[in-house]
């Protein structure tokens, strides 16, 4: 395992950044006849991804297919332009849409990634389009023992989404039998054989080292590099392009305090995962920063926007044009021996009794909504706010069977976490108001209001458990309605909520295939830009589960395709295709174009 950089070293292409932009790049290149090299700033690969729930949204998929289910390639078509709406890209869509299933077969034929089918629905499935299942797969559970003395390397997940450093499979009933550990003779059996496996490899290992999700898609990314002999240099910080004659021929390198230089003969890929942790550049972007409110982002510290910078260094360009930057997340904080970890609140909200409310004690949106979408809507609610917050209610029955964000269900006990000022606890909705900060006669007269409804399984006011996506995350023994329950019986018990993200969605400006543009729309020779640096073809929306990695992978393979093609003196991979992912100046004309 040889992680040094040498002083001097040539190859033929330079992938900045170990996530799953980066490593597709890589791997699809190098399967194509380039001689690859990979550098990560952290001291750990990974990126994003390995705290990711490792899902990849590729409607087509052979997986759906082989279970018959039913879909089509014009039924994606109109949902991403339902979805991304003026910023509907017909070349880049169009490219995703022949490319994805493609790409799946590629990776599962010729590497270790493999994948399991979803049950996920799209999280508008009542859209124009959308579908209730089959366009989400979820990388298969990985034993990283396999990448040997790199294992490591592997950046571990995310602390606050682990149990004592176990991580859970992202599904419904894996999740059950945790639930259900005190209540059922199999769920306990199931329970104490998982930890029983996983403390045996605490003990040996010092992590976990059966993954899952995102985990086990960078670890399976990662070995399949490792297989192919591309190699992944941590701890190798880029300083800078090296530009020449209007070329990109290199990258200039720091690691270990000593420099490096890498000529790269054909070219530079930037996946340095957006620019998440950019505070300069967020204040531009966010509204509830420029508002002085806070931003929390549980994604790797080291996504400081180092690849647009880079772009930007030799003419390239990075749009901030999406009402909605990132992909949100509403996040709460941790406190531990560092501070505080940051919890995304990925499945709390849709139980039966848990509703979220902000300072003023009102609700402001259909809880039970994708994590995006009540992202959008809680810096929209609090525009006249000083701060953008919200805060999850419920009462003793619901944090009892449930949890309410990183507070396990019972027997897990609360004292700590109330102690130290996670779970703020009132023995009535008055008091609770008063501990949280909250308007408390306005909270009392929302949690009446609600209960009217809930208590027949009804929320007429936002609508939960309309959908199947609101569904599918919920209670399914929950009647009548899996996501709506009264809040009835104190003590009640609150956590506060910020905004944070999954990545951003504005990036680079690229071509179709990569390349990244200027301010005139020209390619600039030999740079490219893959990941969550590219600009998203999403728009700034969040159509279903795993859209930002399946376009990720997607267009990673088509980016490694089309150098590879060019290299062997091909025109490369859709070489008629060469408009920017996003062109504000050209977006109307691309809508017309399907």
Known sequence: MNTTLPQQLECDLVVVG????????????????????????????????????????????????????????????????????????????????????EMLKFFEKNTSVKFIPTLYPDYHPDAPGGVDIGRSVLAAPYDIRGLGDNMQR???????ITFIGMMFNSSNADLKHFFNATKSFTSFIYVAK??????????????????????????????????????????????????????VTGVKVGQQQQNCQIKAKHGVVLACGGFS??????????????????????VPKTNTGDGCRSAESVGGIVDLQYADTSAW??????????????????????????????????????????????????????KNFDETAMWLICDQKTISKYGLGYAKPAPMPLSSLIKKGYLIKGNSLEELAQHAGIDGKTLVKTVQHYNIGAIKGEDPEFHRGSTTFNRYLADPEHKPNPCVAPIEQGPFYAVKVFMGDLGTFDGIRTAVTGEVLDQANQKITDLYAVGNDRASIMGGNYPGAGITLGPIMTFGYITGSHIADLAKGGQGLLCSQSQPVVNQQSTEEMRHVS
């Open 277 to 298: 942790h950019d505070l300069e550049r967020l204040k531009q972007a966010y509204p509830h920063l420029k508002r002085g409110g806070e931003h929390i982002s549980p």
């Open 18 to 101: 170990a996530g799953a932009g980066g490593l597709s790049t890589a791997i699809t290149a190098k399967k194509k006849g380039l001689n690859v090299i990979v550098l990560e700033k952290d001291q750990v690969f990974g990126g994003t991804t390995a705290f990711s729930g490792g899902v990849l949204w590729i409607p087509g998929n052979h997986h759906a297919k082989q279970k018959c289910i039913q879909d089509s390639r014009e039924a994606a078509l109109t949902y991403l332009k339902h979805e991304t709406k003026s910023f509907f890209n017909a070349d880049a869509v169009n490219a995703f849409l022949d490319y994805g299933p």
């Open 194 to 247: 998982r930890l029983a496996i996983h403390l045996k490899e605490l003990a040996r290992y010092g992590r976990g080292t059966n993954v899952t999700i995102g985990n086990a898609l960078a670890a399976r990314l990662a070995k399949s590099a490792f297989d192919l002999d591309i190699p992944i240099y941590t701890n190798a910080s880029v300083q800078g392009l090296v530009f020449d004659d209007g070329k």
């Open 154 to 160: 592997l950046r571990p997940p995310l602390k606050t």
């Open 329 to 382: 997340m509403p996040v709460s904080k941790v406190p531990d021996a560092e501070g505080y970890g940051v919890f995304p609140h990925l499945l709390d909200r849709y139980k039966p009794g848990i509703i979220g409310v902000l300072k003023n004690g009102k609700r402001f949106t259909n809880e039970s909504n994708s994590y995006h979408d009540v992202g959008a809507d809680l810096f929209r609610a609090c």
